[in-house]
DNA sequence: TATGAATGAGCCTTCATTCAT
DNA sequence: CATGAATGAAGGCTCATTCAT
């Protein structure tokens, strides 16, 4: 009734592809999916949502039209990963040794952690639409791990007080990147803490 | 030479109405100081400043004039409870044995931590302001811890290709409270990997 | 000339999806017009057009191509029913008693102010695509109730100094809906009113 | 932590009075209703706070800070105004004769009311936030009408059966200004109103 | 020195409007 | 013709920071 908006914006870039080709949505959601994991990365969870809109090169309406909330986006970004993350154990368990296999996936999920900094702590922001959501998401990844350990533990290689899912928050916890951290810390400290659950006496 | 060095102790103050006169802006420091460790263990490191000085019980002035920047309330809450930290060791190295002391240092240390949340995070930001400052606090820390590993690993029960301030970066870590986290975990974590620090093989 | 004009009732649709074939235009805008009364009884004349679209299970497109200006929408759902009111005045002028007559128009004449709360703030709203708009309306409905009020006036049941006009005005005043308001509010006030129209002294 | 606002917006005006007096906080929410009651005036109830703040010559936070919510800045405006309708009524009800002084504070509150637009619209929005306030404001001025009605009554000049409230309510809704009115139809329509108000027959 | 009112930049979010399909 | 995804301007609100008192 009122709006007085200037009638057209006109075209915002002229190099860029020829934009807004009806691109079935779902370019739109990915490239947001994608923007979003760069900039959480870069940025930590509470990056401005023009920096993720603009990096994904769509509007700011498009962001909220695919993930009405900043904690939508959260969840989409993680779930990605840890989808990738479940498909690795499947492939590794039926390769390597035991022992190697167990370290190989250990691998790729320090890997996947270390660039998730700022996420983790949103998750425990107390916000509600995290409710359960750490648990949720925890728990795709202990039956990836928990078949990994078994290996290892009828083998004798590890031993069994420890739950999978204790031993992936552990890992979890060392694979933060840390500032002054040499290359290869989360690696040696991880190989550490994996000795230790090895002492089965 | 007669004048008393003590800043005007009668000050008058017939006029005006019966304000805080001269009350030592260092108790304005420090209760800002208390106030932030616990503004910031209940909402994190980006809780608004008003929180902060409502809870010291001071305008918002007082908190620019003591802290220009959000970066130097930090610094100083983590530097006392360093101190803290690092008297601890001194008292605990002339305690108990080796191993005992290591142990109950660590506890200690995993308790600061615990409570210390995003204030890591903080410390990881990017900000310029904290340029070096983890390096800084940790290597205060170091020295404390040193002692009681060397000793540890005299007494042969400590590996001894890990600096103190890896296994402090470690543990540090894995004193970070996870949300599922069924009680002692933390705890046990740490004891795993403290077995596997004394894998000397 | 042989060719029907009724234009090609049995279109070729073999392979498309059942899309609504040539779903005449109307329905949509028939469907727009209902969808918007209701929703700006409910909601008023700044209901988002969504609300109103979806209502009317519709795509928003749709919603504009038959009516381009929020005000075009609006003068479309008060002429609708100013349509109805007049028809509903031939009706009863030629029924019932000078009085009872008038008395029952203005009766239907409330019962359509009355669910119009919102939309007679717009027309005031000092929008230019409302120029002269409520003149135009109001003018529409003048000949419907002079008619009635002259032969109440010739039967002097009514001052004769007072234009329908003003009338019409005023019950549509009166049949505001009031917060408050008991039953019968509008009613009885339009009846006190109407007293003041018979003080022909 | 993040917020890299530069460090200072410099003189918005160099013409401008010298700013930023410190000028009693209560200067600033009485600046502020004043712009309110003219910007609603002016553009009705939803007109943007920017419009507001330019208009009382203070920044956003200022409005904020007074009036936190839209409907605390609307019911400030309001009681405003009731204030000084109410006290008009003291000091008609001892001076005029009965019908006399009916009409002329009838006359005061149609002013009051006729630059309330906008206003009456908010308050049956269905925010909470006004839950119960039109009764609540009304309750103020019945009583101040009240007296004048019984007066009149007693003289034989208005019928008793209905409340001050109601007139109260009717009379406001004549108030209302219409588009095209002619000069002194409000006047007009109260007075026949108040006509039919007399017939106590 | 302390206070807290004022400021305004910046971010979030909604929604009118366009336009590719 | 209809659809609904995309866009981006507009406005709400918060909060860091300054500065008059």
Chains 1, 2, 3, 4 share one sequence.
Do not use: N
């Amino acid at each position: 009734m009122s709006r007085s908006t200037t009638p057209a914006a006109g075209a915002p870039d002229g190099a860029g592809p020829p934009r807004r080709q009806r691109s079935d949505a779902k370019r739109s959601a990915a490239a947001l999916l994608d923007a979003a994991k760069t900039a959480f990365a870069q940025s930590g969870v509470d990056v401005p949502a023009k920096q993720i809109t603009d990096l994904a090169g769509v509007g700011v309406g498009t962001l909220y039209r695919h993930y009405p909330r900043r904690s939508d986006l959260i969840v989409a970004v993680l779930q990605h990963e840890i989808d990738e993350c479940v498909t690795a154990a499947d492939e590794l368990s039926s390769g390597a040794g035991p022992r190697a296999a167990l370290v190989a996936w250990i691998g790729r999920f320090t890997e996947f952690v270390g660039t998730k900094q700022g996420l983790a702590s949103a998750l425990h922001s107390g916000d509600p639409a995290y409710e359960g959501l750490p648990d949720q998401l925890l728990e795709q990844l202990v039956p990836a791990l928990q078949g990994l350990l078994d290996r290892a533990a009828a083998a004798g290689e590890a031993r069994d007080d420890v739950s999978a899912r204790e031993v992936l928050t552990a890992i979890a916890l060392l694979s933060q990147p840390v500032p002054g951290g040499a290359d290869g810390f989360s690696e040696r400290m991880i190989a550490i803490f994996l000795d230790g659950l090895s002492v089965t006496g």
